[in-house]
């Protein structure tokens, strides 16, 4: 790291502030908010509150609904980041390829990352909506009985796609910038040594890729878990029976549906602990087998 | 170990650029040929065309006596050693050696023991377990070589593998790759826009000037007849001296059997070939007066940068140090041996 010397003692101050004054508004003071209000409980009138130690947590962490839920976001983050880091993949390696048009295409895949989350979501849903989707009938139709409004799994299909489906843009562009810093010899040399298709794409292009597909997954993890809430609340609403209802999502209706502030604070906190866990595990041990160039 | 046949090979890009027009060549078993010429001349399309990264457009190469204009350059069964050496940066040396062997369902004490072979010749035993960018631009080379060696294909083909290299090392480099071809005997086509390089290694030089062949031979013989005025100048450094012959000239005289021969255009000089004059008059001698430009001492010799009254520029070597001083004016001569006479189209006479 280069150290800067400033020769006015204020002007480093000045240049940061900005930043700092964002990060305290935005992060620090709803955090530590979020902290305060974890170990107090409101009274049913919203009155008074009291202080309450740690029984927030020792509540939410034995609530039986909590635990589905974390079971749901465990499967609903991990499907949608490989789902949509997988599509993308095969999407750029496949652009990769394209001679002709080759900007016209990525244009064309780019599209989606413009579309806001509740509108991605109303989207899907419009779709498979099992009274008046246009896909939904289909599916009825060839004799498979589709409907997320009463079936869990099917819920949690149709916010799976429909959030992979969001982020598949964003994987995307990484994937082609990644592809394309690939040195053309290093493919060459592969094709020399004998190394055709699948076997060339993963003893060579996947690992020089790693450093793409590590950020990447860490981005999606932090998507999947906080920036869904607008597919998941305008689609299921968390339900059909709890059966999509993330961290987040439950968060957001034990506060602010449920005016359960003790508990909602107190789950905020387990969340970001979760993430901060989640990320640091990630850099810690995956990043270890990632190769820079 | 296999010939190579190139057979009026051309190559279009996009229906109207031109980067190879029918070139022919036969390459003899174990030979070293050299691809030399300026960038742009379409040497490298060629190789890449041999190796199967680029597509033929018409005409015939074949290996052996396989045509394999429609192979994957992994059919061909040669290996290439590219200018960045594009080692695999995820993989450590020895990986690195045996990607190619393992692709070929080579047996694992085969490949051990090839790499433990290339090895040892290489001198890398040291860093098997290291990644390329734990290397020096040297020891990434010789990796690079060994890669090509353990496959034990029958053409290397070596895309200007030592111009990333700094000088004193691009000479070493230079050496034992010779010596490292002439052991293993296998056949070999090297790129390189460096005549020098190209003269050291080379058993037969290729010429390439705008996707053409200029002349194919040994070093010597394109050092000592050049088939065109292009040769004459790409072959020697510092580069040939071409004069204009117009009519009569006032400021330099040749042998009348040169200038009177019907279409010489130009006459060509070696600035090795051109001495001091002595004083003595021969007619049959090339001579000219020089107003000195320029001088450049590189050691053992230098080299005298003037130019004639009509302000045709000429260089010519002095051994040693010389005493020649800058705006000097000397008398010079060439023997008529040394003489060559090219015609309008740059043939030579």
Redesign the interface.
């Given at each position: 790291m280069q150290r800067v010397v400033f020769p006015n003692k204020i002007l480093p101050y000045v240049l940061v502030a900005p930043q700092i004054v964002l990060t305290i508004v935005f992060f620090f003071w709803p955090a530590s908010q979020a902290l305060y209000q974890s170990v107090m409980r409101e009274d049913p009138f919203g009155l008074k509150s009291g202080f309450v130690g740690l029984a927030n947590f020792s509540a939410v962490l034995s609530d039986e609904s909590y635990l589905n839920s974390l079971k749901v976001t465990v499967i609903f983050s991990a499907s949608t980041a490989l789902l949509s880091m997988g599509l993308a993949l095969l999407l750029a390696t496949a652009a990769d390829r394209v001679v002709r048009g080759q900007t016209f295409y990525r244009t064309l895949l780019i599209w989606p990352y413009a579309v806001a989350p509740a509108v991605a979501g109303m989207l899907w849903l419009f779709m498979f909506n099992p009274a008046m989707g246009t896909f939904a009938y289909i599916l009825r139709r060839n004799g498979f009985y589709w409907d997320p409004l009463l079936n869990g799994n099917h819920a949690m299909v149709l916010i799976v796609v429909a959030a992979a489906w969001k982020q598949i843009s964003y994987n995307f562009l990484f994937f082609v910038a990644g592809l394309q810093a690939i040195p053309k010899s290093l493919i060459e040399a592969a094709a020399i040594d004998g190394a055709r298709g699948t076997r060339r794409f993963w003893t060579i292009v996947f690992p020089l890729l790693a450093p793409t597909t590590f950020f990447l997954l860490v981005v999606n993890t932090v998507y999947a878990f906080f920036d869904t809430f607008g597919i998941i609340h305008s689609v299921t609403g968390g339900g059909p029976a709890k059966a999509t209802e993330t961290l987040v999502y439950k968060v957001y209706n034990d506060g602010f549906v449920n005016l359960n502030l003790g508990s909602s604070a107190a789950q905020s906190v387990i969340l970001m602990a979760i993430v901060v866990a989640l990320t640091a595990f990630q850099f810690r041990f995956v990043e270890r087998r990632v190769h820079y160039g | 170990m296999a010939t190579i046949t190139l057979k009026d090979v051309q190559k279009t890009y996009g229906g109207n650029v031109d980067a190879i027009r029918g070139v022919s060549l036969a390459i003899a078993d174990g030979e070293f040929i050299v691809l030399v010429g300026p960038s742009g001349c379409g040497k490298s399309t060629l190789l890449r065309m041999i190796?199967?990264?680029e597509s033929i457009t018409s005409g015939d190469i074949a290996i052996g006596d396989r045509v394999v204009n429609t192979l994957?350059?992994?059919e061909r069964d040669?290996?290439?050693v590219?200018?960045?050496y594009?080692?695999?940066?995820?993989m450590t040396v020895r990986q690195n050696l045996a990607?190619?062997l393992k692709?070929?369902n080579t047996p694992k004490d085969e490949i051990e023991r090839r790499i433990a072979k290339a090895a040892k010749s290489l001198e890398i035993e040291a860093f098997l377990e290291r990644?390329p960018?734990q290397l020096s631009g040297g020891q990434r080379q010789r990796v690079a070589m060994g890669?090509a060696i353990v496959?034990e294909p029958v053409a290397f083909l070596f895309d200007e593998p030592l111009s990333n290299l700094d000088a004193k090392l691009r000479v070493q480099m230079r050496v034992e790759i010779k010596q490292l071809q002439r052991t293993l005997g296998t056949t070999s086509v090297y790129v390189t826009h460096d005549q020098l390089e190209a003269m050291t290694l080379a058993d037969r030089l290729v010429v390439l000037n705008g996707g053409r062949i200029e002349q194919v031979g040994t070093p010597i013989e394109l050092y000592e007849r050049p088939a065109t005025s292009f040769v004459a100048t790409f072959i020697g450094s510092p580069s040939m001296n071409l004069l204009e012959i117009k009519g009569g000239s006032s400021d330099w005289s040749a042998p009348p059997a040169f200038v009177n021969q019907p279409g010489t255009a130009s006459l060509g000089i070696r600035p090795e070939d051109i001495g001091l004059a002595d004083g003595s008059t021969d007619n049959n001698h090339f001579r000219a007066r020089v107003r000195v430009g320029a001088v450049e001492l590189v050691g053992a010799e230098s080299y005298v940068h003037g130019s004639l009254a009509s302000g045709a520029p000429l260089v010519f070597r002095v051994a040693g140090r010389s005493r020649i001083g800058i705006d000097d004016e000397v008398e010079v001569f060439a023997r008529p041996e040394s003489l060559h006479g090219f015609d309008a189209a740059g043939r030579r006479l």
């Amino acid at each position: 790291m280069q150290r800067v010397v400033f020769p006015n003692k204020i002007l480093p101050y000045v240049l940061v502030a900005p930043q700092i004054v964002l990060t305290i508004v935005f992060f620090f003071w709803p955090a530590s908010q979020a902290l305060y209000q974890s170990v107090m409980r409101e009274d049913p009138f919203g009155l008074k509150s009291g202080f309450v130690g740690l029984a927030n947590f020792s509540a939410v962490l034995s609530d039986e609904s909590y635990l589905n839920s974390l079971k749901v976001t465990v499967i609903f983050s991990a499907s949608t980041a490989l789902l949509s880091m997988g599509l993308a993949l095969l999407l750029a390696t496949a652009a990769d390829r394209v001679v002709r048009g080759q900007t016209f295409y990525r244009t064309l895949l780019i599209w989606p990352y413009a579309v806001a989350p509740a509108v991605a979501g109303m989207l899907w849903l419009f779709m498979f909506n099992p009274a008046m989707g246009t896909f939904a009938y289909i599916l009825r139709r060839n004799g498979f009985y589709w409907d997320p409004l009463l079936n869990g799994n099917h819920a949690m299909v149709l916010i799976v796609v429909a959030a992979a489906w969001k982020q598949i843009s964003y994987n995307f562009l990484f994937f082609v910038a990644g592809l394309q810093a690939i040195p053309k010899s290093l493919i060459e040399a592969a094709a020399i040594d004998g190394a055709r298709g699948t076997r060339r794409f993963w003893t060579i292009v996947f690992p020089l890729l790693a450093p793409t597909t590590f950020f990447l997954l860490v981005v999606n993890t932090v998507y999947a878990f906080f920036d869904t809430f607008g597919i998941i609340h305008s689609v299921t609403g968390g339900g059909p029976a709890k059966a999509t209802e993330t961290l987040v999502y439950k968060v957001y209706n034990d506060g602010f549906v449920n005016l359960n502030l003790g508990s909602s604070a107190a789950q905020s906190v387990i969340l970001m602990a979760i993430v901060v866990a989640l990320t640091a595990f990630q850099f810690r041990f995956v990043e270890r087998r990632v190769h820079y160039g | 170990m296999a010939t190579i046949t190139l057979k009026d090979v051309q190559k279009t890009y996009g229906g109207n650029v031109d980067a190879i027009r029918g070139v022919s060549l036969a390459i003899a078993d174990g030979e070293f040929i050299v691809l030399v010429g300026p960038s742009g001349c379409g040497k490298s399309t060629l190789l890449r065309m041999i190796a199967g990264l680029e597509s033929i457009t018409s005409g015939d190469i074949a290996i052996g006596d396989r045509v394999v204009n429609t192979l994957e350059p992994s059919e061909r069964d040669i290996a290439m050693v590219f200018q960045n050496y594009a080692l695999y940066p995820h993989m450590t040396v020895r990986q690195n050696l045996a990607y190619g062997l393992k692709n070929r369902n080579t047996p694992k004490d085969e490949i051990e023991r090839r790499i433990a072979k290339a090895a040892k010749s290489l001198e890398i035993e040291a860093f098997l377990e290291r990644k390329p960018r734990q290397l020096s631009g040297g020891q990434r080379q010789r990796v690079a070589m060994g890669r090509a060696i353990v496959r034990e294909p029958v053409a290397f083909l070596f895309d200007e593998p030592l111009s990333n290299l700094d000088a004193k090392l691009r000479v070493q480099m230079r050496v034992e790759i010779k010596q490292l071809q002439r052991t293993l005997g296998t056949t070999s086509v090297y790129v390189t826009h460096d005549q020098l390089e190209a003269m050291t290694l080379a058993d037969r030089l290729v010429v390439l000037n705008g996707g053409r062949i200029e002349q194919v031979g040994t070093p010597i013989e394109l050092y000592e007849r050049p088939a065109t005025s292009f040769v004459a100048t790409f072959i020697g450094s510092p580069s040939m001296n071409l004069l204009e012959i117009k009519g009569g000239s006032s400021d330099w005289s040749a042998p009348p059997a040169f200038v009177n021969q019907p279409g010489t255009a130009s006459l060509g000089i070696r600035p090795e070939d051109i001495g001091l004059a002595d004083g003595s008059t021969d007619n049959n001698h090339f001579r000219a007066r020089v107003r000195v430009g320029a001088v450049e001492l590189v050691g053992a010799e230098s080299y005298v940068h003037g130019s004639l009254a009509s302000g045709a520029p000429l260089v010519f070597r002095v051994a040693g140090r010389s005493r020649i001083g800058i705006d000097d004016e000397v008398e010079v001569f060439a023997r008529p041996e040394s003489l060559h006479g090219f015609d309008a189209a740059g043939r030579r006479l």
